[in-house]
C-alpha cells in the first residue's frame, strides 16, 4: 500500500486513543544498519519550540534504547486492530532475543530516514531533538514506587515531528 505524506495539522485522530488504547511501535535505526521496534503505550502529541512533536519514553534495559541513543530519526507507527497481536508481541518480546519481525509478520519501510511498517495506518517520523532521564527522586512517592522501585528508569525523548504518512 502506498502511503500518502500529509501535514502534521491534517491529523483528526485521538492521541488518547491513538497512544494510551491503541498503542504504537516506537522503531529507531535503520534498514541498512539494524533497527529495532518496541510497543508502547505511554507518550505525548503537540507542540514544543513552535514545532509539531511527539514526546515518547524508553527504559535504559529496552534493546529499543541503544538504536534511540545512536540514531536521531524515530517514528511512532500506528496500527488498526487486525495488528493488535504483532503490538503485543513487539511489547513482551526483546529483540535481542528473538527476529520480532518474522514474529510479528511486519514488514519494514523506509521512510525520511526512519523504519516504519507497511501494515501501519499512520506513521510519525521524528527528529530527536532533546533527550532526559526521568528523575524518581523529583517524582511523588507513589509514582517513583509504581514504577521505579527496580531503578530501570526512562530516558524521555522529545522529537520534532519532520512527516506524517498515511
Same mark, same amino acid.
Not at 4 to 12: H, R, T
Not at 24 to 52: I, Q, R, Y
Not at 62 to 70: D, I, Y
Given at each position: ?7 502534521p ?15 504504537? /511501535?516506537?522503531? +529507531? ?5 539494524? $533497527?529495532?521496534?518496541? #510497543?508502547?503505550?505511554?507518550?505525548a ?6 514545532k509539531?512533536?511527539?514526546t515518547?519514553?524508553? %527504559?535504559h534495559? %529496552?534493546?529499543?534504547?541503544?538504536f534511540?541513543?545512536q540514531g536521531?530519526? $524515530? ?10 497481536? +504483532? /503490538? ?7 529483540? %535481542? ?12 519501510? #523506509? ?5 516504519? $511498517? ?10 530527536k531533538?532533546?533527550a532526559a532521564? /526521568?528523575s ?7 509514582? =517513583?514506587? =509504581?514504577?521505579? =522501585?527496580?531503578?530501570?528508569?526512562? %530516558? ?6 519532520? =512527516?506524517?504518512?498515511?
Amino acid at each position: 500500500m502506498e502511503k500518502i505524506k500529509v501535514n502534521p495539522e491534517a491529523l483528526a485522530e485521538n492521541p488518547f486513543e491513538l497512544i494510551g488504547k491503541d498503542w504504537f /511501535l516506537l522503531t +529507531a535505526g535503520t534498514e541498512d544498519a539494524g $533497527f529495532n521496534f518496541m #510497543t508502547c503505550s505511554w507518550g505525548a502529541m503537540g507542540v514544543l519550540w513552535n514545532k509539531p512533536a511527539v514526546t515518547c519514553y524508553v %527504559r535504559h534495559s %529496552r534493546h529499543t534504547f541503544g538504536f534511540m541513543e545512536q540514531g536521531d530519526t $524515530f517514528t511512532l507507527s500506528f496500527f488498526g486492530q487486525e495488528q493488535r497481536k +504483532a /503490538l503485543g508481541f513487539a511489547g513482551s518480546h526483546s529483540g %535481542r532475543d528473538c527476529d520480532k519481525l518474522a514474529q510479528t509478520g511486519l514488514h519494514p519501510v #523506509t521512510l525520511e530516514g526512519g523504519v516504519s $511498517f507497511e501494515e501501519a495506518k499512520l506513521t510519525l517520523v521524528c527528529k530527536k531533538r532533546f533527550a532526559a532521564d /526521568l528523575s524518581p527522586e523529583e517524582m511523588p512517592a507513589e509514582i =517513583a514506587e =509504581a514504577f521505579y =522501585a527496580d531503578h530501570d528508569v526512562h %530516558r524521555m525523548y522529545i522529537g520534532e515531528i519532520i =512527516a506524517v504518512y498515511l
